[in-house]
């Protein structure tokens, strides 16, 4: 994709210096774009999230947004910088209310732009606006996932990155939490997510990306991977298919 406002590659990267965990890995991620990437535990799935976000060394390759390059960008620098990251686990403070979590998102705006921020996402998550004064650790699962992805979203981000934002839901709830995330990029934010979820979450995703031991296995459009017979067998619970489904008449 020419006009990508994500572009990593040929990253290298991982927690040693001298054991990389990624060996070249490349993908890219347009505005109004949701893109996952899948692969099994240990893949590297997370740590290509956590290099874009500035939290693991990038020895080679690079990452560009909108064309400028922000490998090895400290993570604080990033959201003014228009990127938001949501990690997979202890990604809203439990001790604090709904209100003060979103207040963590807005630290460096002005007290009014901040306020409709503030307005915007209870607008866009009712159930956190009709909670704002609970602590977050009351909130279920999924109310916790939007808390953080309101927070995430609080100062406009460009690109946001979610390291698997249905990790333990039930499948409704998870369905509803991929629906407001591809709401987001009907807003024309960037979305790249990282889940085990695959299925549902190529469901509602533009396109795909596998990685296996750190590198790029297949990618595609996400019906094009969701529909690959082989990675059905592995990543997306489903035997392979017993016979080719005949071609579809007058199809294209
Ligand atoms: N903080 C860490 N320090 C050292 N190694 C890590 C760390 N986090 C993950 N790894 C290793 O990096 C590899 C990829 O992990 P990860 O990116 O979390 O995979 P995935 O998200 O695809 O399951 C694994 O071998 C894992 O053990
Ligand atoms: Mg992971």
Redesign the pocket.
């Known amino acids: 994709m020419s006009g990508a406002l994500l572009r990593a590659e040929g990253v290298v990267a991982?927690?040693?210096p001298d054991s990389p965990?990624?060996h070249g890995v490349s993908a890219e991620v347009g505005r109004g774009e949701v893109v996952t990437?899948i692969?099994?535990?240990?893949?590297?799935?997370?740590?290509?999230v956590?290099a874009i976000a500035g939290l693991?060394a990038v020895s080679d390759g690079s990452i560009r947004l909108a064309g400028n390059e922000i490998a090895n960008t400290p993570a604080h620098r990033l959201p003014a910088r228009g990127v938001a990251y949501v990690p997979?686990t202890d990604n809203v403070f439990g001790t604090l209310t709904v209100h003060e979590n979103l207040r963590l998102g807005a630290a460096p705006l002005p007290r009014r732009a901040a306020a409709r921020r503030f307005d915007a996402a209870y607008a866009a998550f009712p159930v956190l606006g009709e909670r704002r004064d609970r602590k977050a650790h009351v909130l279920s699962g999924g109310q916790r996932q939007m808390l953080a992805l309101a927070r995430a979203l609080v100062p406009e981000p460009e690109l946001i990155l979610l390291?698997?934002p249905t990790a333990g839901l039930a499948p409704r709830v998870a369905a509803e939490v991929l629906a407001l995330v591809r709401g987001l990029a009907a807003r024309g934010v960037a979305v790249l997510m990282?889940e085990q979820n695959a299925r549902a979450a190529l469901g509602v995703s533009d396109r795909g990306y596998v990685?296996v031991e750190?590198r790029n296995r297949l990618e595609g459009r996400a019906a094009e991977i969701a529909a690959n017979a082989d990675l059905g067998a592995v990543f997306l619970g489903r035997r392979p298919p017993v016979r080719r489904p005949a071609p579809r008449a007058g199809a294209g």
């Not at 692969?39 to 290509?48: D, F, R």
């Open positions: 991982g927690y040693r965990i990624l990437i692969g099994p535990n240990g893949a590297g799935k997370s740590t290509l956590k693991v997979q390291d698997e990282v990685l750190g």
